[in-house]
Nanobody
Framework: QVQLVESGGGLVQPGGSLRLSCTAS????????ATWYRQPPGKERELVAT???????HYAESVKGRFAISRDKAKNSVYLQMNSLKPEDTAVYLC?????????WGQGTQVTVSS
């Protein structure tokens, strides 16, 4: 069983920044890495960013140039740096990974972008 815990969410004004953290109970796979999803209120869950083999990253078009995913292997942690936040970024942000063929999810952290 792998436990994932997200933190760093909160209320921020448009144009502001937040850094989310996802800490796992064991190391992330170098092959599968980790992914951040988000679920806006009343909408379906969507992929935000992925980090995988050799720290290769991919981003949703809506966040390219504003968000950055990274990881610290020594701390079993993955981060999502979010800059130039917009009201449409408001969502519950969730961390997920695959270990030994099983998908694991954190419980999520709320990000609210509002003036």
């Amino acid at each position: 069983q792998v436990q994932l815990v997200e933190s760093g969410g909160g209320l921020v004004q448009p144009g502001g920044s937040l850094r989310l953290s996802c800490t796992a109970s064991e190391p992330f796979s170098d092959v599968y890495g980790a992914t951040w999803y988000r679920q806006p209120p009343g909408k379906e869950r969507e992929l935000v960013a992925t980090i995988s083999y050799a720290d290769i990253t991919h981003y949703a078009e809506s966040v390219k140039g504003r968000f950055a995913i990274s990881r610290d292997k020594a701390k079993n942690s993955v981060y999502l740096q979010m800059n130039s936040l917009k009201p449409e970024d408001t969502a519950v942000y969730l961390c997920t990974t695959v270990k030994r063929g099983v998908r694991y999810w954190g419980q999520g952290t709320q990000v609210t972008v509002s003036s």
